[in-house]
């Protein structure tokens, strides 16, 4: 089961690669996109039929080292189960 | 007295910190690679610089899981003195044996260059005999060592004395000019609660001869090597 995650900076942690690339998107014209976070897509293939279980392992290999926690969140998603 | 020197597939200052150790300072030196899981009989741990796994996820994330680093943990919590440099540092941090975390320097460029710093607390190991008036010249060269602490985390580490290096200018002074990366309260290295686990930034093992541009690296190590004489 294919499982993605999408690890982003928490909001209160200053995030320079968005902010130099809303810069450059700024100076290419788009006025109108006024942030940009930057973040992590990781897709993990998981040995289950279980989304449930799927999730639980997603979310314990995030907790121990995909994600940090002091600085990022995380969003666990199962697109067979959306 | 043996100084363990880890190796991490990546690591590239672990040469450059045995120089300093062995051929400067003549104190026993030994390499230690990252699958160990035995630290053998060592007194003090240095986690060197360089790029474990490639700073892949984060710099310093991958490297903490390897066998040799629950010795380390295991090291650290009797008391023995663990000093980790630049990657070391973030090693240590993802390790959780230092609080905080470290991001991209502000400027999202790599630095390196020589910075001052001022030592704010005598009471590690290793700046046990690091003169507090002096200004030391030591350089920097990392792109990720922004470090990042809210503000309950730096009162913390200011009420219990964790903060033993911060950037300044050439006078001693604190001041945000003088900060290379964006850390917090320029911050340039911690320790733990009770002084015997130290990260930092700065390269002392880079500063360790005059015809390399400065020696004030020597204090650190002049400092563990006492140290260790005193206490084995």
């Known amino acids: ?82 | 007295m043996n100084i363990g020197v880890l190796v991490f597939p990546g690591s590239n200052c672990d040469h450059d910190a045995y120089h300093a150790l062995k051929h400067i300072h003549g104190i026993d030196t030994s390499f230690i690679w990252h699958k160990e899981s035995d630290l053998g009989n060592v007194d003090a741990i240095v986690i060197p610089g360089g790029f474990s796994y490639g700073d892949y996820l984060r710099s310093g994330a991958i490297a903490r899981f390897s066998p040799v680093m629950n010795s380390v943990a295991s090291f650290a919590s009797k008391g023995g003195p663990v000093l980790g440099i630049c990657n070391g540092f973030q090693i240590l941090l993802e390790a959780r044996l230092l609080p905080g975390t470290m991001m991209a320097n502000e400027q999202l460029r790599f630095s390196c260059k020589f910075i001052n710093l001022t030592c704010r607390t005598n009471r590690t190991p290793f700046t046990s005999s690091v003169p507090t008036e002096t200004i030391l010249h030591i350089p920097i060269a990392h792109g990720e060592g922004n470090y990042f602490a809210d503000d309950d985390l730096v009162k913390q580490l200011e009420d219990r004395d964790q903060i033993v290096f911060s950037y300044c200018d050439a006078f001693g002074n604190i001041t945000e000019v003088a900060n290379p990366n964006g850390s917090t309260a320029n911050i340039a290295g911690i320790c733990n609660e009770t002084g015997n686990v130290v990260g930092m930034m700065p390269h002392p093992e880079r500063a360790v001869e005059k015809q390399l541009g400065s020696n004030h690296g020597r204090f650190l190590f002049d400092s563990i090597d006492q140290y260790l004489t005193h206490s084995i």
């Open chain 1, 1 to 82: 089961m294919q499982v993605d995650i999408i690890i982003t900076l928490r909001e209160s942690i200053l995030d320079p690669k968005g902010k130099a690339s809303r810069h450059a998107l700024e100076n290419l014209g788009f006025r109108e996109i006024t942030e940009v976070r930057i973040g992590k897509f990781i897709q993990l293939e998981i040995d289950t039929d279980d989304p449930g279980e799927a999730r639980k392992l997603a979310e314990q290999a995030c907790e121990k080292l995909l994600a940090n926690a002091v600085m990022e969140n995380y969003e666990i998603r199962i697109p067979d189960n959306a």
